[in-house]
Nanobody, 114 residues
Framework: QVQLVESGGGLVQPGGSLRLSCTAS????????MGWYRQAPGKQREWVAS???????TYAGSVMGRFTISRDNDKNTVYLQMNSLKPEDTAVYYC????????WGQGTQVTVSS
């Protein structure tokens, strides 16, 4: 079973930036479409962005133009560059394979507050 480890979260002021990382074990990562998801307090987990094995990207409307997803298959890592952060971006962020998810990691907390 693939293990996922997210990192890079923290406390940032509105308008600030963060870069999240997610490292996966196993070589199957290379052919997987990977996604970032987030879960705010009291809300369901929602999809944020995806990147295919061919590096084609898609984004939720709420983050388009502000977030950038990318991947490095040599490092088994997927990234989420988050710019122009808003208080409503506050959530625990997770990565996982899109469709047929693996076990979820612990996530990384992002808090946007002044």
């Amino acid at each position: 079973q693939v293990q996922l480890v997210e990192s890079g979260g923290g406390l940032v002021q509105p308008g600030g930036s963060l870069r999240l990382s997610c490292t996966a074990s196993g070589t199957i990562f290379r052919v997987a479409t990977m996604g970032w998801y987030r879960q705010a307090p009291g809300k369901q987990r929602e999809w944020v962005a995806s990147v295919t094995s061919g590096t084609r990207t898609t984004y939720a409307g709420s983050v388009m133009g502000r977030f950038t997803i990318s991947r490095d298959n040599d490092k088994n890592t997927v990234y989420l560059q988050m710019n122009s952060l808003k208080p409503e971006d506050t959530a625990v962020y997770y990565c996982n394979r899109v469709l047929a998810a693996w076990n979820w990691g612990q996530g990384t907390q992002v808090t946007v507050s002044s």
